[in-house]
Structures are given as C-alpha cells and as structure tokens.
C-alpha cells in the first residue's frame, strides 16, 4: 500500500512529535523557517520522505555529499521515526542517531542511522549517516 502524500497542516507531522504538521516540520519543508537544530532537521527530513519531497531532501544535503541519484520509491510505507540522541559536539556540529521503519515491497524494514550534520551560514545540511546495523526484520 502506498502511502498518499499529506498536505502541510492536514495531518499531525509523521516526524512522531505529536505537533501538527504546519506547527513542525511543515513550516521548514515551504521554506518559512529553518531548522535550528540538528535534530529538526532530521525529522523534518524524514518528513520529506513520507511526503515524497525530493527538493526539499536535496537542498538540505550538504552539496559536497549530495547524491544527484536520489530517489525516493513511491511505494514505501513509512510507518514511524525514533529518535535515540542528538549530540551538539560544537556550535556548527552535531549528530543524530534514529531508527526509521518502514515497508516496501510487504516487508517491514528498519533503518537505524547515526547521522552528521554541519551548519553553514546559519543553515543546518544532513553530511551522511552510517549504518548501526543489520535493519531489516
């Protein structure tokens, strides 16, 4: 099963913060504000994912790490997202691990990622993330 895209303030943000989706993630995916932390970026850029917002996913992407072959399958189920830490390691550095699930093709999969991200000029870009481990179940 496919999951539709949400449009902003319809539903509560798939990021699990309990806000809805224009009062969280929503108002850094248009463009009105942007993250101040490691963290919203994050989960605003797993929200772009249920969402299927490729521009959104590519502009936050450090451009020395982005990858123009992005893509994301329309077919993907995204079920939830944990955050487990975010570590400041100084005012421009910071990592965030998380586990997303979600399901593709029937099978339930989970991505469990510790990611980097830098801030440049004010603005926080996703760096890479490395692989915690065996994720699918």
Known sequence: ??????????????????????????????????????????????????????????????????????????DTQWLGLDVKRHVQQDVDHATVEFVARYRLGGRGHRLHELSRFVREGGRWLYLDGVDQGKSDR
């Open 1 to 74: 099963m496919t999951m539709a895209p949400r449009a902003p303030g319809a539903n509560t943000c798939p990021c699990g913060s309990g806000k809805t989706l224009a009062a969280c993630c929503g108002r850094f995916i248009s463009g009105g504000e942007l993250p101040a932390t490691a963290e919203q970026l994050m989960r605003s850029r797993y929200t772009a994912y249920v969402l299927g917002d490729r521009a959104y996913l590519a502009q936050t992407w450090h451009p020395d790490h982005f990858d123009p072959a992005l893509s994301i399958e329309p």
